[in-house]
């Protein structure tokens, strides 16, 4: 692929958390656009903290992070909010505001788009609201509409909030561990979702996973990280099973030397 | 190391003896400290006559449209106690905002440390202490007992306000936050929505425990049912004290009981 | 895309109806409580500087006031730890009979949880005027206030934490013959000891803090001298009296806090 089509561009990043933990390590990583990318490790190896980096939930203390060709580290105020609009994410645990419904919900993720009293006051705009409805008739919800979220089952709970990420009209859809609380069937749904935004939306998908089974399935590129480094990136074409074998085992030995970032 | 195993055993087998003497010192101090008045020779007299007037309670005094009438007054401890708790809710958010520990912060910090101090300073101060000062600006009557329990519930509902602050789940703030919202959109979105059923919760909870104090409060003159209660008391009035026993009591349990449902389906 | 696809929304979360109800019955109980409270806020902040002044004099504590402060203040705590015991003692028995799952008999339990509900719904300082008329002034009258009081809290305490105990030592004592006594002391007790020895400080810190103002009404300890200060204007004083009650609840929390941790 040409370089033209990279979308978001890690140069030498690190990130050491204020206590001393050291979170992420030299990552030299470059996105394409559409690309559908699973990022697979031990809990604790940094993945949370890579796609944080990405809407700057989390800082860098080294390097730099550029999207679309600009560097986004000193973003602050409206720059910054404007490019967390343009970036998605769902969580692990769904995140959503339980006692609303699941309208409210779907809206919310518009805030970006909005001043701040006319998102308390729920003036949100006739559009937006048709725009909420076709959000959730994508992920299959839309019969739950009125629901108050607490009402609704795990898997439900995640396409609700990939319908609120939807809202931003995103370019980057960033799932942290989107299936970890959830059981297969629904895990299925999901990750079909997400695939959807991924082909029919041209969304680009960063995703972690536990599973490399599944991250074989849906992804179009795997990287892996293990103690904060990169250790392994390959189109999926490339990748074996038996490769995963150094991102989860405690050897620091690499198979294969598949770093080519 | 036998030794030392030997140590903790005997250690752990014989301290249950300090332990003892030290509370059985605690309860001689105690015993030999208080001066039992003994009874007095009319206390079974007494005893009967109250008795009695539990029993025979002065059914007129319920109600006689002069307003000073059980009915009225129980209403009042009533007005007393919900408008002093809806004060205090709103004076306890900004106590709690400053007593709130953050998240990853360390056990001292000189902002939530400070206010839980505050806090505990307020819960301290005796409410009767509190009615009597209030008294002496607004004059005797309810409003001094709605100042009172308005400034006294700070101290609970302040703490627990801040304890539910500390322990919500800042999934949906963080939600918000990266899909671009400001500090304030979070607040508003996400906060206030995941917050407020349990400030309620807690809330009704502090008006019941108001609806007990409002209405002894009237004993110092800050109005409400404790007043007449007090002089029926003082001029051994028993029928009229059974009455006003009778109405605490069955305004105490409805209230327990309404708030108990609402209070269950909230959360 | 056309509306028909939309669900239904109820017509009571379409117009709000409970959020808007809800409102409005608040605002009235709120302007009901209002008037008949004949709240005043123009008087209270006019008549604000009276109530600085009397803190102003509240903020010059009289300090040679403490050493008399000692002695009732220490009364105060030995009232508080003799009418905790009397109530725990007299509650034990009560909470046992009213627990479900060793009283399967629910008209006695009916009969003993309703008494204890109307013990706790009266405040501690109408007991106290109630036993300062039957006993006469003095500690006495607080002590037996203080039992009463905490006889109606920790009944209710103790047997919520029976019925919270593991049934399977129970049953296995019954199948070996045990009779009703003998299965509360073997199976009962070993599991609620540390939850009642802890319910006992913390009803014990409680009766602490109630204790202060008993005196108030005659029932002695330190609550006579707030009495007497107040009464006599003496906001010196008082304020020495307030600031010995702080430390005294802030140390007995501290060190029953401590003790029920290890108790944990």
Redesign the interface.
């Given at each position: 692929m040409s370089d033209e089509s990279v979308l978001i561009e890690f140069d030498n990043v690190q990130k050491v958390y204020p206590n001393g933990t050291v979170g992420l390590k030299d990552i030299n990583l470059k996105i394409h656009e559409g690309e559908f990318v699973a990022v697979v490790g031990l809990s604790g190896a940094g993945k949370s903290t890579l796609l944080r980096t990405i809407?700057r939930?989390h800082d860098i203390t080294g390097g730099d992070l550029k999207i679309d060709g600009a560097s986004i580290t000193g973003y602050k105020g409206k720059e910054l909010?404007?490019?967390?609009?343009s970036?998605?994410?769902i969580?692990q645990?769904?995140?959503?505001?339980?006692?609303?419904?699941v309208r409210r919900n779907v809206l919310?993720?518009?805030?970006?788009y909005y001043s701040?009293w006319k998102?308390?006051l729920g003036l949100f705009s006739a559009e937006d609201k048709?725009r909420a409805?076709?959000a959730l008739?994508r992920v299959n919800m839309?019969?739950?509409?009125?629901t108050r979220v607490d009402e609704l089952s795990g898997g439900q709970q995640q396409r609700v909030?990939i319908a609120?990420?939807l809202?931003?009209e995103p370019k980057i859809m960033?799932a942290d561990e989107p299936i970890a609380s959830l059981d297969p069937l629904t895990t299925t749904a999901v990750m079909d979702d997400l695939l959807g935004l991924n082909q029919e939306l041209g969304i680009t998908v960063l995703a972690n996973l536990h599973s490399v089974s599944l991250a074989m399935k849906y992804a179009d590129r795997i990287i892996g990280l293990r103690g904060g480094q990169l250790v392994y990136d390959k189109p999926i074409a490339e990748v074996s099973a038996d490769d995963f074998d150094g991102i989860y085992s405690e050897q620091a030995e690499i198979k294969g030397g598949a770093v080519n970032g | 190391m036998t030794e030392n195993v030997k140590k903790q055993n005997f250690w752990a087998r014989y301290s249950w003896i300090m332990w003892a003497v030290i509370v059985l010192a605690f309860y001689v101090w105690s015993i030999n400290g208080l001066q039992f008045s003994g009874l007095q020779e009319s206390a079974a007299e007494v005893s009967k006559s109250i008795m009695h007037g539990l029993f025979h309670p002065e059914w007129s005094y319920f109600y006689d449209g002069s307003g000073e009438d059980l009915f009225s007054l129980i209403f009042q401890t009533l007005a007393i106690a919900f408008l002093g708790t809806f004060v205090s809710a709103i004076l306890s958010i900004p106590f709690a905002f400053w007593a709130a520990r953050a998240p990853r912060e360390n056990k001292f910090h000189l902002r939530s440390t400070s206010g839980k101090f505050i806090l505990v300073f307020i819960r301290t101060f005796p409410e009767l202490v509190l009615a009597i000062m209030f008294i002496k600006a607004v004059g005797p009557g309810s409003f001094a007992g709605v100042l009172a329990v308005s400034i006294h519930s700070i101290g609970m509902l302040g703490k627990l306000f801040s304890e539910a602050l500390e322990n919500m789940d800042r999934g949906s703030e963080e939600a918000i936050q990266s899909a671009g919202g400001s500090k304030a959109d979070m607040w508003v979105l996400a906060t206030m929505p995941t917050i407020m059923p349990e400030f309620l919760s807690y809330t009704l909870y502090r008006f019941e425990i108001a609806v007990r104090s409002a209405s002894i409060l009237g004993m110092v003159g800050a109005g409400g049912i404790g007043t007449p209660l007090l002089f029926a008391i003082q001029t051994r009035n028993w029928s009229r004290v059974g009455i006003i026993l009778l109405g605490i009591i069955v305004m105490v349990t409805a209230i327990d009981f309404i708030s108990g449902t609402i209070r269950k389906k909230l959360v | 895309m056309d509306k028909q696809q939309l669900p239904q929304r109820p017509f009571a979360q379409k117009y709000h109806v409970k959020g808007i109800g809800g409102a409005l019955v608040f605002l009235a109980l709120l302007w009901g409580s209002s008037v008949m409270t004949g709240v005043n806020w123009g008087e209270f902040f006019t008549n604000l500087d009276q109530f600085f002044d009397l803190l102003s004099r509240m903020a010059h504590p009289a300090w040679e006031y403490t050493n008399i402060v000692i002695q009732p203040i220490l009364e105060t705590i030995q009232m508080a730890l003799i009418g905790t015991t009397i109530g725990t003692v007299i509650a034990i028995p009560f909470s046992i009979l009213a627990a479900r799952n060793l009283i399967k008999n629910s008209v006695v339990r009916g009969v003993i949880r309703f008494i204890l509900n109307l013990v706790r719904t009266l405040p501690d300082l109408l007991l106290a005027a109630l036993f300062v008329a039957v006993v006469g002034i003095g500690a006495t009258a607080g002590v037996w206030t203080l039992a009463v009081f905490s006889f109606g809290m920790i009944s209710k305490l103790f047997y919520e934490t029976i019925e919270t105990i593991d049934e399977r030592p129970l049953e296995a004592l019954r199948a070996a013959g045990a009779n009703n006594t003998q299965v509360v002391i073997f199976a009962v007790v070993p599991q609620v000891l540390n939850s009642f020895v802890s319910y006992f400080l913390y009803t014990f810190e409680i009766n602490v803090r109630a204790s202060t103002v008993l005196g108030y009404l005659g029932a002695g300890g330190i609550g006579v001298y707030l009495q007497r200060s107040l009464s006599s204007f003496r906001y010196d004083q008082t304020a020495v009296i307030v600031l010995a009650i702080l430390v005294v609840v802030i140390v007995i929390d501290a060190v029953s806090n401590n003790l029920r941790e290890r108790l944990q």
């Open positions: 809407n939930m909010r404007n490019l967390r609009r970036v998605g994410m969580f645990d769904f995140n959503l505001v339980n006692r609303s419904s919310s993720g518009r805030v970006g701040t998102s308390s048709q409805v076709d008739k839309l019969e739950k509409l009125y909030a609120r990420a809202m931003q960033l | - | -």
